[in-house]
């Protein structure tokens, strides 16, 4: 006990001094950077104001220094501009009716992806495995209703790998980047009768038109002028919607609602300028599907102004809005926020 007692008084006493010597050498630093100047005629006067608080109500000592004028969260967030975790799909909160209405639904995504690996693990010069892990959920809320249930909620995990690419096809034009996926799912967490759920692998490319000026990117907009993409995918574990299909006496299949493939467009920066100029239109359709099954998502986004949130809109006309409406038609528009982390 006495010899760990030592061990342990001489550890602390080369803390102590170590201390001591980088405080010594602090103070002599600021020293030697400010020296004091002593005033010859009156030294016990200057040694009374070199002992004196400063006045925080002279405005020489109010103003506040550039260290105090950077806040701890910029400070955080300027050092994490590549963190792991960030939007995966948009991040919406809308409604369609005014309240009291019995029909008013509020519709909101959810999104996020997390990286596994850090971005600087190459092999042979070459990023190999830019892989995530991605969550996406979608939910229909009857606010219109006295108990106010929801009405579905679809879960949608997936993992994959997305290689940037940014290679130039033809002027601005570039191909950006090539994304591939050999699991996703999406339920709606049912059982029985009212279930619905289906797995896909899939590829996805997406181009960009380079735009002529930088982009500020805010609230996950484009940093192009223009993107679009091809999504195709290998579709499996659907045997559920197509046996509701049959017991409704339909012929019909799930992936002549959903399709095959998806393909979609982004328009960035094309109605006004000034401080409103930051907005965005999105469109995307099912592609290989029934001729007579058409379905698409438009979607509109105005940045707000010195604010982190974007006003948005959303136009959903044709099937497939939720896995439990992939077979009912329908049309109808919502007015919201959306936001990005």
């Known amino acids: ?22 405080l010594a050498i602090a103070v002599n630093g600021n020293a030697a950077e400010t020296p004091v100047q002593v005033n010859a005629a009156n030294p016990l006067e200057s040694a009374e104001t070199a002992n004196q608080e400063p006045d925080i109500n002279n405005l020489e000592y109010a103003l506040p220094t550039a260290q105090q004028q950077v806040s701890p969260q910029e400070e955080y967030f300027g050092r994490k501009r590549d963190r792991p975790v960030s939007t995966h799909k948009l991040n919406y909160f809308s409604i ?6 019995s029909n008013a639904q509020i519709k909101f995504q959810i999104s996020m992806k997390f990286r596994i690996l850090e971005p600087n693990l190459y092999v042979l010069k070459y990023n190999l495995f830019p892989a995530y892990v991605a969550y996406t959920q979608k939910s229909l809320w009857n606010v219109g209703q006295k108990s106010m249930p929801f009405e579905e909620n679809n879960y949608n995990p997936e993992v994959f790998l997305d290689y940037p690419v940014n290679s130039t096809i033809y002027g601005r034009l570039k191909l950006r980047n090539i994304v591939f996926s050999p699991f996703e799912h999406e339920s709606n967490g049912s059982d029985g009768e009212d279930t619905r759920s289906w797995n896909r692998l899939y590829l996805l490319i997406r181009f960009g038109l ?57 328009l ?26 058409h379905s698409y998502q438009v979607e509109f986004r105005q940045q707000i102004p010195y604010m982190n949130f974007a006003l948005y809109t959303q136009y959903w006309y044709g099937y497939g809005e939720t896995l439990m409406r992939f077979d009912q038609f329908g049309h109808r528009g919502f007015i919201g926020l959306t936001f990005s982390y």
């Not at 006990?1 to 980088?22: E, H, P, Y």
């Not at 094309?270 to 995307?284: E, V």
């Open 210 to 266: 380079e735009s002529k000026d930088k982009l500020e990117v805010t609230n996950s907009f484009l940093s192009d002028k223009a993107s679009f993409y091809v999504k195709l995918w290998q579709a499996s574990d659907y045997e559920d919607q197509d046996k509701y299909l049959q017991s409704i006496g339909s012929n019909d299949e799930f992936l002549d609602y959903m399709g095959r493939g998806e393909v979609g467009i982004s």
């Open 268 to 293: 960035r920066n094309f109605l006004w300028r000034g401080s409103l100029k930051n907005h965005q239109l999105d469109i995307k359709t099912p592609i290989f599907r029934e001729e007579d099954k």
């Open 96 to 101: 369609n009716q005014i309240e009291g209405n």
């Open 1 to 22: 006990m006495r010899q760990k007692n030592s061990v342990l008084k001489g550890l602390v006493n080369k803390a102590i001094f170590t201390v001591i010597v980088a």
